[in-house]
């Protein structure tokens, strides 16, 4: 059974930094690309990043390009987001999301259960 | 980026009606269009892909239509697990791009 379990979530001030993880079980991690998707609360979705299954290709959404990086250890089967200078607008409940197996399918077939950041003072 | 913008925002519907939600994509994605359900308090859950594509193990009353600009999804028959937000996401482009969402509620 495909899991995905994200942790790291909680309050942080303005300015401040996070780190969150993505354990992943059930499935060869090492063979999917995989991203980060937000949820502002009682907002919609908003995708926040992707990494390819070697890492060599990484994309961010503008909203977070230059404060957020995306990482990941095929060793451990662990997905990471590390977020920097967060803002109040950076609320939200982050998922992690797998990219589907069939080519050129960039649609997400299984998510976590998310995590929730609350940036504020 | 290009801009999903469906409709309508939220429509209230009876079990055993036909619901449809439109999803329009700024420009031509071809048929890069998924389709999602969420459940309050839970995560997204893939339903259609190819825009019309059903997933594994999603009812058939749930079907997917269009290409281009255009697309449709359509639940044949609501039943009570079915009320829910919709979400249509195109990955024509890298940056992935989410509508706002559809809510369906009961009559």
């Known amino acids: 059974e495909v899991q995905l379990v994200e942790s790291g979530g909680g309050l942080v001030q303005p300015g401040g930094s996070l780190r969150l993880s993505c354990a992943a079980s059930?499935?060869?991690?090492?063979?999917?690309?995989m991203n980060w998707v937000r949820q502002a609360p009682g907002k919609g979705l908003e995708w926040v990043s992707y990494?390819?299954?070697?890492?060599?290709?990484?994309y961010y959404a503008d909203s977070v390009k230059g404060r957020f990086t995306i990482s990941r250890d095929n060793a451990k089967n662990s997905l990471y987001l590390q977020m920097n200078s967060l803002r109040a607008e950076d609320t939200a409940v982050y998922y992690c999301?797998?990219?589907?197996?069939?080519?050129?399918?960039?649609?997400?077939?299984?998510w976590g259960q998310g995590t929730l950041v609350t940036v504020s003072s | 980026a290009i801009r999903m913008t469906q409709s309508p925002s939220s429509l209230s519907a009876s079990t055993g009606d036909r619901v449809t939600i439109t999803c329009r994509a700024s420009?031509?994605?071809?048929?890069?269009l998924a389709w999602y359900q969420q459940k309050p308090g839970k995560a997204p859950k893939l339903l259609i892909y190819?825009?019309?594509t059903l997933q594994s193990g999603v009812p058939s009353r749930f079907s997917g239509s269009g290409s281009g600009t255009d697309f449709t999804l359509t639940i044949s028959c609501l039943q009570s697990e079915d009320f829910a937000t919709y979400y249509c996401?195109?990955?024509?482009?890298?940056?992935?791009?989410f509508g706002q969402g559809t809510k369906v509620e009961i009559k």
């Open positions: 999301a797998r990219d589907s197996s069939i080519p050129a399918g960039y649609f997400f077939d299984y």
């Open positions: 190819a825009a019309s």
């Open positions: 420009q031509g994605i071809s048929s890069y």
């Open positions: 059930g499935f060869t991690f090492s063979s999917y690309s």
């Open positions: 996401q195109q990955y024509y482009s890298y940056l992935r791009t």
């Open positions: 990494i390819s299954s070697s890492s060599s290709t990484i």
